[in-house]
């Protein structure tokens, strides 16, 4: 009698391989409906803006519509309002992000402590972040009115104006107002996330620190700082992108003006293609912009990981 022997090898693979494949392979099959609408929703449309940047895209001339190669770049190198708006973009985000965070890490110690009243003043704390953008944009397009606000008054009171008027159409003031409402709309952001990090903290490094003799700065500094620090770095991370991609308070306030001293890249976008109606040229802008965010992004990622956060 012969005796047949199985060779895995030409007979193919055994039925425990194959489950072991397949068990493998079950959790990128439970991911493929997620990658494939993240791809649908959000890849698909960047490869397509990134496209109409190297074409000849104008509403108006259907006709001379084609690829264009780098035209649209060349022309943004030597366009002074895109160097004007980028620099107003790095203003913009900066000091709207600087006081953000200062403000936000304020009212979040001061909110970490129990006092009378503090469900209310949380409350309040939190309303700016309720209030819409485009109407954020109104209310302070309306204060920094002298007719029909006394702020121009008040600052022209204590010396900050020379006399009550509307900065928003000085030239050289024009951008702080829409920092300035930038900033008080995006101070709750901060506060409320730095508000969770705090109660994260366990309270016996306190205790302890306190027995040591540590005074409240040093506990501030070596205790509620580095545990601050993963949560502050990913929410600046955020914010700033957030804020240097944000058009709408420079649109309802200013529109980019008077002159463009006010304009940013993404306002500058926004009136690229919807009033020129070039969305070519507009692409470009906002490639230059997402990729000068990425590389931002990288380079606060890395500081994190050089930090061992």
Avoid: C
Wanted: charged letters at 10%; proline letters at 7%.
């Amino acid at each position: 009698m012969s005796t047949t022997v199985n060779d895995p090898g030409r007979t193919g693979a055994s039925p425990r391989t194959s489950r072991q494949r397949l068990t493998a392979a079950e959790p990128y099959l439970y991911l493929a409906p997620g990658i494939a609408i993240v791809a649908l929703v959000m890849l698909v449309p960047l490869v397509v803006g990134v496209s109409f940047s190297f074409q000849n895209y104008v509403i108006f001339r259907p006709a001379a519509r084609g690829w264009s190669g780098l035209e649209n770049y060349a022309e943004l190198w030597s366009d002074r309002t895109f160097w004007l708006a980028l620099a107003n973009t790095a203003k913009w985000t900066f000091w709207s992000v600087l006081f953000q965070i200062s403000l936000g890490l304020g009212l979040a110690l001061i909110l970490e402590k129990p006092f009378p009243g503090r469900a209310i003043f949380q409350s309040l704390v939190f309303l700016p972040w309720a209030v819409p953008t485009f109407l954020s944009g109104l209310n302070w397009q309306w204060l920094f009115n002298p007719i029909v606000s006394p702020l121009p008054g008040m600052l022209s009171a204590i010396g900050m104006l020379d006399e009550p008027r509307n900065i928003l159409s000085d030239p050289d003031l024009a951008l702080y107002g829409p920092i300035t409402a930038m900033i008080w709309w995006g101070v709750p952001f901060f506060a409320i996330t730095l508000l969770a990090a705090l109660r994260s903290v366990p309270s016996d490094l306190y205790e302890a620190a306190a027995i040591d003799g540590a005074t409240g700065w040093e506990a501030f500094r070596h205790i509620t700082v580095p545990f601050l620090l993963p949560m502050m770095t990913i929410t600046i991370l955020l914010r700033t992108v957030w804020v240097a991609n944000s058009p709408e308070l420079i649109f309802v306030m200013t529109g980019g003006g008077p002159a463009n001293t006010s304009q940013t890249l993404p306002n500058y976008v926004f009136t690229s293609a919807y009033s020129s109606m070039n969305f070519g040229y507009a692409s470009a802008l906002a490639s230059v912009l997402m990729v000068l965010l990425v590389f931002y992004s990288i380079f606060l990622l890395w500081i994190r990981g050089r930090l061992g956060q």
